[in-house]
């Protein structure tokens, strides 16, 4: 480069940050955003032989368990993405949404994640369990933490 | 006067917002979620009949409301239900489609990676639980069941490959190794078996 003379200026990287903040946000944000806000209130049970779920945008998530709101009753019940599902009907068309979301070839891998309150009788876990044998998701997962296995 | 003061060098600042934004990218996908990958049968058509699976090929597990466990028939343990699956799956000789009559039936599979024709077993655990029974408990069977097959397909695995199942990369000898060893829990139609 010539000294002296016009020489090109240096390109400043002052606004370098904030597009990478940009970035920060986005990312921030988007993570945030798939899992709804949980209405119930879950501890999952404890297992040794889990598996990491892959790919989360292929998973729908089921939450089952008593309300956070006393005054709803501690009755277990079933929340499809916001909401409480007034009828075990709403699974359908809860899961069709989540179909018609993706990709006709990704379909097939979708992946049911039962979120389910350990205390939760299996009673209705079977009905949501037939439920989606009927629309043809087959795919699930038990929501499970992970125990460590200590005695054995 | 003097000299207004000068800027400060804002080219670090990009570095320090990287650090965050790939910390955060890492954290993020750090909390997968875990749990027990099941598959469910499809819906019985409306005129099937009933399968016949003769009584010795069945393991028949059971979960009452209070989450009690009968296991073929007789009060169970979760303690010792791991065992009982690992021993009524197990299979100790792949090329002999003999079995004693106690023991569940074979039948002749080809799984070339292990050498051919093998015999592998045709045992099925069957799963009831009742309506009233808690799904932590329902989750701690799953488990154990898991468990069993996971500790049968671990032994194969090594004695075939030399390591266990969970660190094969071979696309091939996962399957086949799943083929041998399939993941034979079968859940009964739901029904109550005692009042909630």
């Keep these: ?152 | 006067m003097a000299r207004p003061v000068n800027e400060i060098n804002a080219g670090s600042m990009a570095d320090i917002a990287f650090l965050l934004l790939i910390f955060f990218l890492v954290t993020t996908t750090m909390d997968t979620d875990t749990g027990i990958t099941r598959k469910l049968p499809p819906p019985p058509p409306e005129d099937m009949e009933d399968i016949k699976v003769k009584e010795r090929n069945i393991f028949k597990v059971l979960v009452n409301k209070n989450d009690r466990l009968l296991v073929n028939g007789e009060p169970g343990d979760i303690r010792f239900l791991r065992q009982e699956a690992k021993e009524f799956l197990a299979n100790k000789n792949l090329r002999n489609g003999a079995v004693p009559d106690d023991r569940p039936e074979k039948k002749e599979v080809d799984i070339p990676l292990l050498g051919g024709t093998v015999w592998i077993s045709k045992g099925i655990i069957s799963l009831k639980n009742d309506r009233g029974t808690s799904y932590d408990m329902y989750i701690q069977v799953q488990n154990e069941l898991a468990a069993a097959i996971r500790e049968l397909r671990d032994e194969m695995s090594q004695n075939f490959f030399g390591m266990k199942f969970s660190q094969l990369t071979d696309e091939e000898k996962i399957k086949s190794i799943q083929k041998a060893i399939p993941v034979a829990i079968s859940e009964a139609e739901p029904e109550d078996i005692g009042g909630n």
Aim: glycine fraction near 6%; charged fraction near 30%.
């Design chain 1, 1 to 152: 480069m010539k000294k002296g003379g016009k020489g090109t200026p240096a390109i400043s990287t002052a606004s370098l940050p904030d597009i990478i903040f940009m970035l920060l946000f986005f990312f921030m944000v988007t993570t945030t955003m798939r899992e709804a806000t949980l209405l119930v209130k879950i501890t999952p049970p404890q297992a040794t032989e889990v598996q990491k779920l892959e790919k989360k945008s292929l998973v729908d998530y089921i939450y089952i368990g008593p309300p956070l709101k006393k005054a709803l009753g501690t009755d277990s019940r079933i929340q499809l993405n916001d909401q409480f599902a007034t009828d075990i009907k709403d699974i359908r068309e809860f899961i069709e949404l989540g179909r018609s979301q993706r990709d006709e070839a990704e379909r097939q891998l979708i992946t049911t994640s039962l979120k389910v309150n350990k205390d939760t009788k299996m009673g209705i876990v079977t009905d949501v369990k037939q439920e989606l044998r009927e629309v043809g998701a087959f795919k699930i997962n038990y929501s499970t933490a992970k125990k460590l296995d200590t005695q054995k």
